[in-house]
């Protein structure tokens, strides 16, 4: 276990370093950030300080060594917009991103694991057959359709939800965050909603399609004989066999939602740091781009880590031991 | 009287799923709709009241109108209205059809087929390969899709190959992850271990033995 971990670090320095050489090289290749960045009217004077203050005078090798050793140091550079740390800029809009995201993540197994076993088990009832139905809506409407539409009916119409912002925050450990509050919630719960909507979807298919797999399957019928309880056999026996690819989709779309969830964060004006992210490749604003992509592979890295071991958790047959290099 | 054993023919798996397709309603509505837009796709240039490609055809007076107007010289009706520039919606929308399919199916066919041969090959392999493979999933999943495609479009210019090519990077590292994720569970079964005894090759196994028992996951993702 702990050599499967120590194993899975170096690999990970390994991709954060091949990670900040495709960006740096990408970025270059997408053109100057001097000519986003500075008026045309300026002079070729003010021009040149300001290529020298950013660095962007040396070969990029050189820059990109300059920039490993600042990393090295923990340090990744100023934000070229906004002269700011690019660390400080994004950890800033961090908290709000990763509580949305959790909380979307959340809604979308607490309703779509339920749900998705109820269509499995009764596959031709009234209620199975529904669920389905609404299922194919979550995939198939565009999120900010459905964002703005939630808007409308329960913010403008009903008057029951706040339509934008984080509401009142609360310090947690020092990191401000809206779920422990009333207004907090309320203002939590759309665009948590919006988002979960097509991992919702998502869970109800794969949980069905797993779930009407698995009680074919031999065990559950030696269950059924051995006198178990319907919802033990179901919410142990099955669910356990078939958590494996839900928790993969589960977790690749909790470190998507992570990363890029500008459209909901959009629709409902949420401080979080999808948004920065297009900004900052707008104006090419490379430390920025850096750090959060940086940032955003270290939580893959991580999310892909805790699911590898839960892999083995759920099924004893997949041993960590035997993915060694 | 000679006694001669009869066989019943035995379904093919082909002709199972085609039965069970069929059987339901909803899945035979919606091939029909697919093939209807299909069709639309491939007969746009027929069916369309207007080509929205060529500009002599268009009249700036016809912009912005509402749908069920008839043009300027009262030609022709605009069932769904026009754009600023004069076109017809409805014209629009079918010959945008060609190309949404034509870059949904592609890039998803080429996705899919990458995504599971190296996600099996990791799931199956193990080892280095596997760690390789997952760290440039890892890589591939954490890369905004604009940033992809806005880097593709400075190093090799315009076109819908270039956006096929986008959506694949994008694409194949989850179809990888999902693929392998079975995998794992699925090489572990008496089956593989019999397969593996009876000495077929690795790729028989993997693409014949294996492939087809990590599928079900991979088609809802896919879908």
Redesign the interface.
Same mark, same amino acid.
């Given at each position: 276990m702990l050599a499967f971990i120590i194993?899975r670090v170096l690999?990970?320095l390994?991709?954060l370093l091949?990670?900040s050489l495709?960006v740096f090289i990408?970025v270059y290749?997408?053109?100057n950030p001097i000519d986003v960045l500075i008026s045309p009217d300026a002079d070729q004077i003010e021009r040149a300080k300001v290529i020298v203050a950013f660095g962007l005078d040396k070969p990029l090798w050189l820059q990109y060594f300059i920039f490993l050793k600042n990393a090295a140091g923990g340090d990744l550079g100023r934000s070229f917009a906004y002269s700011t740390p690019a660390l400080t800029l994004i950890f800033e809009r961090m908290p709000a991103t990763l509580e949305l995201s959790s909380a979307a993540i959340l809604l979308s197994i607490v309703l779509g694991l339920p749900l998705g076993l109820l269509a499995g088990l009764r596959p031709n009832g009234v209620v199975g057959k529904a669920i389905m139905a609404v299922s194919i809506l979550g995939?198939s409407l565009p999120t900010f359709w459905v964002g703005l539409m939630l808007i409308m009916v329960f913010a403008v119409q009903l008057g029951w939800l706040p339509t934008s912002g984080r509401g009142e925050t609360q310090l947690l450990f020092g990191v401000p965050v809206s779920f422990l509050s009333w207004d907090g919630l309320r203002h939590l719960l759309m665009p948590a909603f919006n988002l979960a909507l097509f991992n919702i979807a998502?869970v109800i &298919?794969?949980t069905r399609?797993?779930a009407q797999?698995a009680l074919m399957q031999d065990y559950v019928k030696f269950a059924r004989a051995k006198g178990l309880r319907n919802s033990r056999i179901i919410g142990v026996h099955v669910l356990k066999n078939i958590l494996?690819?839900?928790?993969?989709?589960v977790a690749?779309q909790f470190?998507?939602i992570i990363?890029?969830s500008i459209v909901t964060e959009t629709v409902f004006a949420w401080p979080g740091m999808g948004k920065l992210?297009?900004d900052s490749?707008r104006v090419l604003d490379r430390p920025v781009?850096v750090a959060y992509?940086l940032l955003?592979?270290t939580?893959?890295?991580l999310i892909?880590l805790v699911?590898d071991m839960l892999?083995s958790a759920l099924?004893p &047959?997949?041993r960590l031991a035997?993915?060694?290099? | 009287m000679e006694l001669t054993p009869t066989f019943e023919v035995a379904e093919t798996p082909w002709q199972r799923f085609v039965r069970n397709f069929f059987g339901s309603k909803i899945a035979t509505a919606g091939f029909v709709l697919l093939v209807l837009i299909v069709l639309a796709a491939i007969f746009a240039p027929v069916i369309s009241p207007q080509n929205p490609y060529d500009l002599a055809k268009l009249d700036v007076m016809d912009s912005r109108l509402e749908p069920g107007q008839k043009s300027v010289d009262a030609s022709m009706t605009y069932l769904l209205g026009t754009d600023d520039q004069g076109r017809d919606m409805l014209s629009a929308i079918l010959y945008g059809i060609r190309i949404s399919v034509m870059v949904g199916v592609v890039s998803t066919i080429i996705a899919l087929s990458l995504g599971l041969t190296l996600g099996l090959l990791a799931g199956y392999a193990?080892? &280095?390969i596997?760690?390789l493979i997952?760290?440039v999933a890892?890589?591939q999943?954490?890369?905004?899709?604009?940033?992809i495609a806005?880097?593709l479009?400075?190093?090799t210019g315009r076109g819908i190959d270039k956006i096929i090519i986008a959506l694949v990077a994008v694409q194949w590292a989850?179809y990888a &992850?999902?693929t392998r994720?079975?995998a794992?569970?699925e090489r572990?079964?008496e089956y593989i271990e019999a397969a593996t005894a009876l000495g077929l090759s690795p790729l028989r196994i993997m693409f014949r033995h294996l492939l087809p028992n990590c599928l079900?996951?991979l088609?809802?993702?896919a879908?």
């Amino acid at each position: 276990m702990l050599a499967f971990i120590i194993r899975r670090v170096l690999q990970s320095l390994v991709v954060l370093l091949v990670m900040s050489l495709l960006v740096f090289i990408g970025v270059y290749a997408i053109g100057n950030p001097i000519d986003v960045l500075i008026s045309p009217d300026a002079d070729q004077i003010e021009r040149a300080k300001v290529i020298v203050a950013f660095g962007l005078d040396k070969p990029l090798w050189l820059q990109y060594f300059i920039f490993l050793k600042n990393a090295a140091g923990g340090d990744l550079g100023r934000s070229f917009a906004y002269s700011t740390p690019a660390l400080t800029l994004i950890f800033e809009r961090m908290p709000a991103t990763l509580e949305l995201s959790s909380a979307a993540i959340l809604l979308s197994i607490v309703l779509g694991l339920p749900l998705g076993l109820l269509a499995g088990l009764r596959p031709n009832g009234v209620v199975g057959k529904a669920i389905m139905a609404v299922s194919i809506l979550g995939f198939s409407l565009p999120t900010f359709w459905v964002g703005l539409m939630l808007i409308m009916v329960f913010a403008v119409q009903l008057g029951w939800l706040p339509t934008s912002g984080r509401g009142e925050t609360q310090l947690l450990f020092g990191v401000p965050v809206s779920f422990l509050s009333w207004d907090g919630l309320r203002h939590l719960l759309m665009p948590a909603f919006n988002l979960a909507l097509f991992n919702i979807a998502l869970v109800i &298919r794969l949980t069905r399609s797993g779930a009407q797999e698995a009680l074919m399957q031999d065990y559950v019928k030696f269950a059924r004989a051995k006198g178990l309880r319907n919802s033990r056999i179901i919410g142990v026996h099955v669910l356990k066999n078939i958590l494996i690819p839900i928790v993969t989709v589960v977790a690749l779309q909790f470190g998507s939602i992570i990363a890029f969830s500008i459209v909901t964060e959009t629709v409902f004006a949420w401080p979080g740091m999808g948004k920065l992210i297009i900004d900052s490749i707008r104006v090419l604003d490379r430390p920025v781009i850096v750090a959060y992509l940086l940032l955003i592979v270290t939580i893959f890295i991580l999310i892909n880590l805790v699911v590898d071991m839960l892999y083995s958790a759920l099924d004893p &047959r997949v041993r960590l031991a035997e993915s060694k290099g | 009287m000679e006694l001669t054993p009869t066989f019943e023919v035995a379904e093919t798996p082909w002709q199972r799923f085609v039965r069970n397709f069929f059987g339901s309603k909803i899945a035979t509505a919606g091939f029909v709709l697919l093939v209807l837009i299909v069709l639309a796709a491939i007969f746009a240039p027929v069916i369309s009241p207007q080509n929205p490609y060529d500009l002599a055809k268009l009249d700036v007076m016809d912009s912005r109108l509402e749908p069920g107007q008839k043009s300027v010289d009262a030609s022709m009706t605009y069932l769904l209205g026009t754009d600023d520039q004069g076109r017809d919606m409805l014209s629009a929308i079918l010959y945008g059809i060609r190309i949404s399919v034509m870059v949904g199916v592609v890039s998803t066919i080429i996705a899919l087929s990458l995504g599971l041969t190296l996600g099996l090959l990791a799931g199956y392999a193990g080892g &280095r390969i596997e760690a390789l493979i997952m760290r440039v999933a890892d890589i591939q999943l954490s890369f905004p899709p604009i940033l992809i495609a806005l880097i593709l479009l400075a190093l090799t210019g315009r076109g819908i190959d270039k956006i096929i090519i986008a959506l694949v990077a994008v694409q194949w590292a989850y179809y990888a &992850r999902t693929t392998r994720s079975a995998a794992l569970v699925e090489r572990k079964k008496e089956y593989i271990e019999a397969a593996t005894a009876l000495g077929l090759s690795p790729l028989r196994i993997m693409f014949r033995h294996l492939l087809p028992n990590c599928l079900p996951p991979l088609i809802v993702v896919a879908g």
